[in-house]
């Protein structure tokens, strides 16, 4: 017969872990290491689940049979009339006449023998046991209730307990948008399961929407409710709006109008419809929607906004603090709802750069949203300086300059086709059509180095040779000391750009790990490669620049690097993307293509000294 962790330890339940390894110790003893292996991986099992399911008993509450039996004669005597809760139904219906309930008055202790227990309750009776508890609707938000639904089947053996935790986890992957924030950490410590793994973030991630009233919603409209408000939010999240989400809004408030999380839900959509606030009906209801605001992120924002839109439309001075307004954090916002919103506060304001960083995208995504004269201004770019009418003399010096330069360009490239030497790493990107200050990215064309990963035969030597003289640097990324060439940017009058970068394509994805470590996450999605390239790379150059790590000049050349390798963004492209202050990586054809410039990991010449 197989034993359940306690008995193979040989101790009753208990939360003292102290104990746990006293009783572990002692029977190691009686352990040979060198003929009971098998034996030894038990005993290590009911260790690992005796400590885990330590957490789950309390003084007042000890999960086994003998705990279970006093609580129920406790409750006997205090109680005239027999108590049965709902659970205990459930389990008679499944099991019939093989259940006998341990609230039946009738019944004496030492009639509940532990053979009954394993009768009645096992991993088969489980998973009907979890159906019925799923019908009582009580599941949402209710720990208790989870406790005392699984407080009979702590007592299986290691391998019974195991599926158990195996069937919950599959409940939760199933239904955890239906399941407030505390029943789900629940479900994460008593199965084990790494909240911080990648494929888990949706499970744990999700915003922490109220359950708590659920007994005030009729029965049989508690779950459809849920559900339709789950709907709403996951639809806001995708930035839909319209007649479809109006009727799902409706459904959701003819079931039940006090969740204050439901009253969000509609400030956003009405936002979403009028972010301006120029229809004064939204206005009016956006204002008594206010009366059930919490100190919830999402409502911190969404007041903060309200209490700006109010003053600015009456001309009374702002009462926010930007910075603190812009550093309010994203958590539960859907993403093109807090873009539009701050993004129209620093438009408001004239705050050109976050105007451009909250609106560039959205704008490309949802033009319809936008006045013709708010496109033009983001448009027009962050760098963008009023042009100044020349001069006879200073065109007739252009032309000059111009001449002189050619002249020097032409000298130039007759002594590198006379003069055989190494190919320089460093690159340079010139284009004919792109104009970076205006934004426009449809006519750029994609440099040869990442049309083709193909060398000459001269280009493999060179490469090799540069190998033997060039050791890389394994605790930020360098340029090749052979390659002096600093970061640089040129805007030509005719129209047009140059710009030079580094290069760090002798660095492979191994090499990154060893400098960065794991990366937070990999990106090989080809449209979520090209939004990072083209958005959070922007806003991560800005902040270097913005705290004076980058010059104006090398943050239009990265950032020019940066839109090269959107438009080859998938394929053969992953990035690995890091947290805090570390960079995010973009790997092509297995090198190292572009790094986001923060200057703590990455050398290139030109750097300014802190």
């Known amino acids: 017969m197989a034993m359940n962790c306690w008995e193979i330890l040989g101790i009753e339940p208990t939360n003292d872990i102290k104990a746990i390894k006293r009783a572990y110790a002692k029977q190691l003893k009686q352990i040979n290491m060198d003929t009971e292996i098998e034996r030894f991986q038990q005993l290590k099992e009911a260790l690992d689940l005796a400590k885990h399911f330590a957490k789950f008993i ?60 394993e009768e009645t309750v096992s991993v088969e009776s489980f998973e009907e046991a979890l159906t019925k508890f799923y019908n009582e609707r009580r599941f949402f938000d209710d720990v208790d209730g989870w406790r005392a639904f699984l407080r009979p089947f702590m007592n299986l053996d290691i391998e019974s307990f195991t599926q158990i935790q195996w069937t919950l986890e599959r409940f939760l992957r199933e239904n955890y948008y239906l399941m407030g924030n505390n029943v789900r950490n629940y479900f994460a410590e008593l199965c084990q399961i790494d909240t911080s793994a990648p494929e888990n973030t949706e499970l744990f991630d999700p915003p922490a929407l109220d359950f708590s009233f659920s007994e005030e919603i009729p029965f049989h409209q508690r779950l459809d409710y849920f559900i339709k408000r789950n709907q709403l939010y996951t639809q806001l999240l995708d930035g839909q709006s319209g007649k479809n989400l109006r009727g799902v809004l409706s459904a959701c408030q003819q079931i039940y109008k006090e969740d204050s999380d439901l009253a969000l839900l509609e400030s956003f959509l009405l936002l979403l419809e009028d972010f301006r606030l120029n229809d004064a009906k939204k206005r009016e209801r956006l204002l008594d929607l206010q009366s059930f605001s919490t100190n919830s992120i999402q409502w911190t924002f969404l007041t903060s906004y309200m209490d700006f839109m109010t003053a600015y439309r009456k001309g009374e001075p702002d009462p926010l603090e930007p910075a603190s307004f812009y550093q309010m954090e994203q958590q539960g916002i859907p993403k093109k709802i807090y873009w539009l919103l701050a993004g129209n506060y620093a438009y408001l304001t004239k705050n050109k750069r ?92 994609i440099p040869s180095v990442l049309q083709s990963n193909e060398s000459s035969e001269e280009e493999t030597t060179s490469s090799e040779e540069k190998k033997v003289d060039f050791e890389k640097n394994m605790t930020l990324f360098a340029v090749d000391p052979n390659d002096k060439e600093p970061v640089s940017y040129e805007s030509y009058e005719t129209g047009g750009f140059s710009a030079t970068v580094p290069d760090y394509s002798h660095y492979n994805e191994q090499d990154v790990q060893k400098i960065l470590g794991k990366p937070d996450k990999v990106v090989t999605n080809a449209e979520e490669l090209n939004d990072l390239l083209k958005e959070k790379e922007l806003e991560l150059i800005l902040e270097e620049m913005n705290s004076g790590k980058l010059t104006e000049e090398q943050a239009r050349a990265f950032y020019a690097q940066a839109i090269d390798y959107s438009i080859v963004s998938g394929g053969d492209m992953r990035a690995l993307l890091y947290s805090g202050e570390k960079p995010n990586v973009y790997i092509y054809n297995g090198k190292v293509g572009y790094i986001t410039p923060k200057t703590k990991y990455v050398q290139f010449y030109g750097k300014i000294e802190e």
């Not at 000890?62 to 809760?85: H, I, M, R, W």
């Not at 039946?104 to 202790?109: A, C, G, L, S, V």
């Not at 001069?391 to 020097?408: C, D, H, K």
């Open 354 to 445: 976050q105007t451009v960083m909250f609106w560039y995208g959205l704008q490309e995504e949802s033009p319809e949203l936008f006045t013709k004269k708010e496109i033009q201004y983001t448009q027009r770019g962050v760098w963008s300086k009023p042009k100044k009418k020349k001069s006879f003399i200073q065109e007739w010096r252009t032309l000059v300059y111009g001449f002189l330069i050619v002249l020097a360009i032409f000298l130039i490239g007759k002594y590198i086709v006379d003069t055989p030497t190494k190919k320089p790493e460093t690159f340079t990107y010139t284009y004919d059509s792109l104009n970076l200050e205006d934004f426009d990215f449809k006519d750029l064309k």
């Open 58 to 117: 309390t003084e007042e509450d000890e999960s086994t049979l003998d705990g279970f039996l006093e609580e129920a004669d406790e409750v006997n005597s205090q109680q005239p009339e027999p108590v049965q809760s709902t659970f205990d139904e459930g389990l008679k219906e499944i099991l019939g006449d093989t259940y006998t309930s341990i609230f039946d008055e009738t019944i004496q202790p030492t009639d509940f023998s532990e053979k009954e227990v």
